[in-house]
């Protein structure tokens, strides 16, 4: 049973559109991650949380709001979609921070026209 | 700050040879932890090693690492390529912080 999961797996919108991604884990842990992924450029980190009602700005924060409901939940918001922002997502889990494993959820592919 | 380099973005192997993928870093922290995650296609990004142990070699899955503290490295390497290993494999930095950096990972194509 998949313990990192993401919702929509696909999403497409337009330039100027609201979108919201949306995280879930049952691993009982701390930290939740947003990456997003490009050729040329990796996993690049865009917000995480140590908790509820917890957030941190990551690598590449602009245009990205995010928020953690609960210890489970995390969402990435983005208010005016830009191409630029068209992307694989993947949220992750962990249970100390930059020192243990991660757990990735299968991703979101986000398309901006 | 903290950083990740892979330099080899593609790597194209011939089935049978060894693999090696290179990966150096810095940050000013004595205690980091490292970490090599593989990323099959149409799958999870998923830990492959890891270590915070200088000269100590690190193995799974037939691939092995060993961090060496004083020239920043941690090169994944395997004896022998298999198809099966055709991935994206990203190196990893955890330090004083709550998160990783990733490196820009490097594309292994294992061919017959």
């Known amino acids: 049973e998949a313990a990192v999961t993401q919702s929509p797996r696909n999403k497409v919108t337009v330039t100027g559109g609201n979108v919201t991604l949306s995280c879930r884990q049952t691993n009982s842990h701390n930290y939740m991650y947003w990456y997003r992924q490009d050729t040329g450029h990796g996993l690049r980190l865009i917000h995480y949380s140590y908790g509820a009602g917890n957030l941190q700005i990551g690598d590449v924060p602009d245009g990205y709001k995010a928020t953690r409901t609960t210890q489970e939940d995390f969402f990435l918001l983005l208010e005016l979609a830009s191409p630029s922002q068209t992307s694989l997502y993947f949220c992750a889990s962990s249970d100390a921070g930059g020192r243990a494993e991660q757990f990735f959820g299968p991703g979101t592919r986000l398309t901006v026209l | 700050g903290d950083s990740v380099t892979q330099k080899e973005g593609l790597v194209t192997l011939t089935e049978g040879l060894p693999v090696m993928l290179n990966c150096t870093y810095q940050?000013?922290?004595?205690?980091?932890?490292l970490f090599w995650y593989v990323h099959y296609l149409n799958e999870s990004p998923r830990l492959l090693l890891k270590?915070?142990?200088?000269?100590k070699r690190t193995e799974h899955q037939g691939f092995h690492a060993t961090l060496h503290k004083s020239s920043s490295s941690f090169h994944l390497q395997k004896s022998s390529a298999q198809l099966s290993d055709s991935a994206l494999y990203y190196c990893a930095l955890g330090s004083s912080g709550n998160k990783l950096i990733f490196g820009i990972g490097t594309l292994l194509s294992v061919k017959p």
């Open positions: 940050t000013i922290y004595s205690n980091a932890f």
């Open positions: 270590s915070s142990t200088d000269n």
